[in-house]
T-cell receptor, first 116, second 115 residues
Framework: DQQVKQNSPSLSVQEGRISILNCDYT??????FLWYKKYPAEGPTFLIS?????DKNEDGRFTVFLNKSAKHLSLHIVPSQPGDSAVYFC???????????????FGGGTRLMVKP | DTGVSQNPRHKITKRGQNVTFRCDPI?????LYWYRQTLGQGPEFLTY????????KSRLLSDRFSAERPKGSFSTLEIQRTEQGDSAMYLC?????????????FGPGTRLTVT
């Protein structure tokens, strides 16, 4: 039972355009969401996060949107650059007692290719 | 470099052998996590420590797996009697429980190949 799903295994965009990566979740206990970027042979690198009390968080070229009623979040990258080419994972974690646990549940990833 | 480090980066072993991996977290972080990632999948949670206490284990962590964090600093993950299905990337992450932040910072991983 996949609690976090990224339905697009790959996405190709032109340099300078917007990249939109989508993620859906089923567990209503999730209340904090993160995006990670992963290059081959490296560990995931934290990009941006959002708490369920917000519907948008922005950091430079990266913006994450959260639609709680639809259990959907998206990552927008604008403008996209060739260096953004990587696999992107969304992850979710539930609110624990005193932040106990907070283990991350990951989606399967979306491979983004930004063409020059 | 003050990030999470993992050793070795690659390990090839024969089925039935034991292997041990090490993780050194970011020094001020009090939580340490182990995840496993197989090809084409996202990382899956295995276990975590708060300081030296192992507080949760996934059902993925069979009795052949054991993890320790003896002094609340580095951690080791041992797999006994390895099987081909154990071939994966083993990732370590650390975090500092502070306020509302829940970001975890990952090391480069140890890629295990069981032949």
């Amino acid at each position: 039972d996949q609690q976090v799903k990224q339905n697009s295994p790959s996405l190709s965009v032109q340099e300078g355009r917007i990249s939109i990566l989508n993620c859906d979740y089923t567990n209503s206990m999730f209340d904090y969401f993160l995006w990670y970027k992963k290059y081959p042979a490296e560990g995931p690198t934290f990009l941006i996060s959002i708490s369920s009390i917000k519907d948008k968080n922005e950091d430079g070229r990266f913006t994450v949107f959260l639609n709680k009623s639809a259990k959907h979040l998206s990552l927008h990258i604008v403008p996209s650059q060739p260096g953004d080419s990587a696999v992107y994972f969304c992850a979710a974690t539930p609110e624990g007692i005193n932040n106990a646990g907070n283990m991350l549940t990951f989606g399967g990833g979306t491979r983004l290719m930004v063409k020059p | 470099d003050t990030g999470v480090s993992q050793n070795p980066r690659h390990k090839i072993t024969k089925r039935g052998q034991n292997v041990t991996f090490r993780c050194d977290p970011i020094s001020e972080h009090n939580r340490l996590y182990w995840y496993r990632q197989t090809l084409g999948q996202g990382p899956e949670f295995l276990t975590y420590f708060q300081n030296e206490a192992q507080l949760e284990k996934s059902r993925l962590l069979s009795d052949r797996f054991s993890a320790e964090r003896p002094k609340g600093s580095f951690s080791t993950l041992e797999i006994q009697r390895t099987e081909q299905g154990d071939s994966a990337m083993y990732l370590c992450a650390s975090s500092l429980v502070e306020g509302a932040s829940r970001e975890q910072y990952f090391g480069p991983g140890t890629r295990l190949t069981v032949t």
